[in-house]
């Protein structure tokens, strides 16, 4: 079982830099993919960004490519996604997943998560 709890969501003007924490419990933290996803009103959850157990692999959705980087630290069983030049359309509620995973790959599809956080509110004000 894992328990995942994300932080560092808020208000922030277009432009502006956020960057979101998800600390996992467990002690097998390094063994899980982790994913963020994030789900906007009214709108299905979708992918953001994804990293294998090792970090040696990152997956970004097209929309935030180039903007957005997820990374890890297995010492602090923690995954973070730093988010700059942010837009107005980022606004969402960001949630963090997890998955065990025996190869070093993170999947970028909902089904491919089995535990998830309760979610981050992130708005970008125009």
């Known amino acids: 079982q894992v328990q995942l709890v994300e932080s560092g969501g808020g208000l922030v003007q277009a432009g502006g830099s956020l960057r979101l924490s998800c600390a996992a419990s467990g002690r097998t933290f390094s063994s899980y993919a982790m994913g963020w996803f994030r789900q906007a009103p009214g709108k299905e959850r979708e992918f953001v960004a994804a990293i294998s157990w090792s970090g040696g692999n990152t997956y970004y959705a097209d929309s935030v490519k180039g903007r957005f980087t997820i990374s890890r630290d297995n010492a602090k069983n923690t995954v973070y996604l730093q988010m700059n030049s942010l837009k107005p359309e980022d606004t969402a509620v960001y949630y963090c997943?997890?998955?065990?995973?025996?190869?070093?790959?993170?999947?970028?599809?909902?089904?491919?998560?089995?535990?998830w956080g309760q979610g981050t509110q992130v708005t970008v004000s125009s």
């Open positions: 997943a997890a998955n065990h995973s025996y190869s070093d790959y993170a999947g970028t599809r909902r089904y491919e998560y089995e535990y």
